[in-house]
């Protein structure tokens, strides 16, 4: 298996409402990521996760709350988001390790659209 | 902090080479990244560069100079389907932390 599998593919929610991103992978990667990326733009990292633990938090307001449950799981909790949060959510994995870089696979993405 | 530039928009027809430049400036820099990305798809990784020279796989090719902090992607043999946005990455640090480019977007025609 070497996909990156992210669910649901398309959600739209109300500036009131609480919701899961899901991301899995069973590539044995113990590297992951959540980025964010709007239209025309690059990706925008917003967390690392390294071996299940939280190891980068890009400054990332708290009403999007990650969630690493095991080392194939990835999860990103959103509340009470704003119109601007309205994007498409990337999740990636990689292996792990200091100055490892054997390439980042990433999910096909949530694009999220917050009404 | 980190800045990467790169050019915006390329155009280049079928069978023909092109070249995207990059150039970065950063601290804890570990190597370059390649990364294409398709409308509506998800970004794929092409290349990484750690070390001084050129990365060859298949039609791609990656150079990296660390003294000019510059680098390079080289897509030779165009086909219409490398028609697709194309962004450097540095990766930074020990903590796997990858930051892209704005991004180029190669467009090839017949």
């Known amino acids: 298996d070497t996909e990156v599998t992210q669910t649901p593919k398309h959600l739209v929610m109300g500036m009131t409402n609480k919701k899961s991103l899901k991301c899995e992978q069973h590539?044995?990667?113990?590297?992951m990521y959540w980025y964010k990326q709007k239209a025309k733009k690059p990706p925008e990292l917003m967390f690392v996760?390294?071996?299940?633990?939280?190891?980068i938090n890009e400054s990332v307001p708290s009403r999007f709350s990650p969630e690493c449950p095991n080392s194939s799981l990835l999860n990103l909790h959103l509340h009470a988001l704003q119109p601007e949060d309205s994007a498409l959510y990337l999740c990636?994995?990689?292996?792990?390790?200091?100055?490892?870089?054997?390439?980042?696979?990433f999910g096909s993405g949530t694009r999220l659209t917050v009404v | 902090g980190q800045s990467l530039e790169q050019p915006s928009e390329v155009t280049a027809v079928e069978g023909a080479i092109v070249q995207i430049n990059c150039t970065y400036q950063?601290?804890?820099?570990?190597?370059l990244s390649w990364y294409q990305q398709h409308d509506g798809g998800a970004p794929t990784f092409l290349s990484y560069?750690?070390?001084?020279g050129l990365e060859e796989t298949g039609r791609f090719s990656s150079f990296l100079s660390r003294s000019d902090s510059y680098g390079y992607l080289l897509l030779q043999e165009l086909q219409m389907k490398d028609s697709a946005s194309y962004f450097c990455?540095?990766?930074?640090?020990?903590?796997?932390?990858?930051?892209f480019g704005a991004g180029t977007r190669l467009a090839v025609h017949p």
């Open positions: 990636a994995s990689s292996q792990a390790g200091q100055g490892t870089n054997y390439g980042y696979t």
């Open positions: 590539m044995g990667h113990r590297a």
């Open positions: 996760y390294s071996y299940e633990k939280l190891s």
């Open positions: 950063t601290s804890g820099f570990y190597g």
């Open positions: 560069n750690a070390l001084d």
């Open positions: 990455a540095v990766l930074i640090g020990g903590y796997n932390k990858l930051i």
